[in-house]
């Protein structure tokens, strides 16, 4: 029984018999047991605050009852069929779901994850176009299968070994540590003290981006491209935000060279931004394919495409078969989901409280040496830690490493990303409050006092 397993005995097994690959996150890892809304418990009965949701996957609370009953339900009912039989579980929920995408993306695929979910958008964005080539920017996480590590470009997380091919990384357009600043044009509540020469609503970073990005289009083959994939706020890559303006001039020379464009909104989506359900419609831009995931499903196993009617011809001609991508268990779920998210008003909630804790994130960053940068929009949050504000240069990992254990010990837990693992990443359950911001601050302000003594001494 696993309950009963010591903690030693499960440290032993994770060690021998568990992929090596699968690292455990904390120096003194923890042993969890339970899930309630934004808590998590250990086998000691310990309470952590979680602000990063399964790697922001927990979108409405960790065993949300709604959700948990709509789950056991159709399991006692129909557990699977495949999606070569009806059911009404998969047409119930392409309803609900197509209903809140905006223009004509309203044809659903279903997917078991963010991987397969990407896999599938530009296999269909190659198969529509008939063009072959993909682009992405640097920083972007979009899975690990052969074709989407190509297009992802997080190094950690790249297998040495020849992965998909006719795939770009372009340079991306962060504005706190890239080669160009920008101090207003970011869609945040929070901007950038980097000094730069831009005023308000006007971005010469965002030019300057765009021309790279030009510059890598007339790189590919033919000077055709097939798709351009990219997160509206960068997960993985330590919630990078680009410059406003900037994903809607990518989109027109795209279009321009013959291909499509992918939001990837598997960390974005499902009102996480707060003022929009999506991602892709806080930067004012309709994409022809989203991918979605992780929050999709509270922590249940799903992914989803959805495309316009147009594009998912160039599937017509063949079988495209998924065994467990759509089952009826997948489909009562995300319905589920759809329906918290509304009736607890987890949107707004997202809005006000991501706010709250960005602007207190933003007063330790002044007060700080090591606080480079916060910076995000809703409950998709990134505090980027360095050695200095002067020269930007990533915090190194022991100390992000000790500050992180720190907060741990002290019941909060943090996600950690970025291209040198130099941010934490704050995205927790959508129902957070605004005493756990309190918690937060407080819980991580004491960690940074604690890295300064250290420092001195
Ligand atoms: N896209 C993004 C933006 C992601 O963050 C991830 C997972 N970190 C994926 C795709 C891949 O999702 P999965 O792990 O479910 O395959």
């Known amino acids: ?202 971005c010469e970073a965002k030019g300057k981006y765009i021309d790279q990005l030009k510059e890598t289009l007339s790189t590919c083959a033919g000077r055709k491209v097939a798709a351009f994939i990219a997160e509206p706020v960068q997960g993985v890559g330590g919630a990078v935000q680009y410059p406003k303006g900037f994903l809607k001039e990518a989109y027109e020379l795209v279009r321009e060279k013959g291909g499509v464009c992918i939001a990837d909104e598997v960390q974005t989506g499902f009102g996480r931004m707060g003022s929009h359900f999506w991602g892709f419609q806080t930067h004012d831009v309709m994409p022809d394919i989203v991918t979605m995931a992780k929050g999709i499903g509270n922590g249940f196993p799903m992914g989803a495409v959805v495309t316009t009617p147009e594009i998912s011809k160039a599937f017509a001609n063949f079988v495209h078969f998924n065994t467990f991508g759509g089952n009826p268990i997948a489909c009562a779920v995300g319905s589920a989901v759809l329906d918290v998210i509304e009736e607890d008003g987890l949107q707004k909630n997202s809005e006000v409280i ?45 100390e992000m490493n000790l500050i992180w254990e720190d907060c741990k010990d002290m019941g909060v837990l943090f996600g950690k990303g970025g291209l040198y693992n130099q941010t934490f990443r704050i995205k927790p359950p959508m129902c957070i409050t605004k005493d756990d911001v309190t918690f937060a601050v407080e819980v991580f302000k004491r960690a940074l006092i604690r890295h300064m003594e250290r420092s001195a001494r």
Request: hydrophobic share 35%; net charge positive; aromatic share 10%.
């Open 1 to 202: 029984n696993y309950e009963s397993l010591p903690f030693e005995r499960i440290l032993e097994i994770r060690k021998e018999k568990i992929s090596p690959s699968l690292y455990t996150i904390y120096n003194k890892p923890i042993l969890l047991h339970q899930g309630f809304k934004q808590w998590l418990f250990d086998y000691e009965g310990r309470r952590y605050l979680d602000l990063f949701a399964g790697i922001v996957t927990v979108s409405v609370g960790h065993c949300h009852p709604k959700v948990t009953e709509a789950a056991c339900k159709q399991f006692g009912r129909l557990c699977h069929t495949s999606n070569i039989f009806l059911n009404p579980t998969i047409h119930q929920y392409a309803e609900k779901l197509t209903n809140l995408m905006p223009g004509n993306l309203k044809v659903i695929y279903l997917t078991n994850s963010g991987t397969e979910a990407n896999d599938l958008a530009i296999q269909m964005a190659r198969l529509h176009t008939g063009n072959c080539d993909i682009i992405s920017l640097r920083g972007g996480y979009h899975g690990n299968s052969p074709t989407t590590s190509a297009v992802t470009s997080v190094g950690y997380y790249k297998p040495g070994v020849a992965t998909g091919f006719n795939t770009y990384n372009t340079m991306c357009p962060d504005v706190f540590r890239g080669i160009w600043g920008g101090s207003h044009c970011r869609d945040s509540p929070v901007q950038t003290t980097r000094k730069c020469s831009c005023s308000p609503g006007c």
């Open 354 to 398: 991501g706010t709250q804790m960005l602007l207190e994130f933003a007063k330790l960053r002044d007060a700080f040496e090591i606080v480079g940068d916060v910076r995000g929009k809703g409950l998709m949050i990134g505090v980027e830690m360095v050695k200095d504000k002067e020269t930007r240069q990533p915090l190194p990992a022991n």
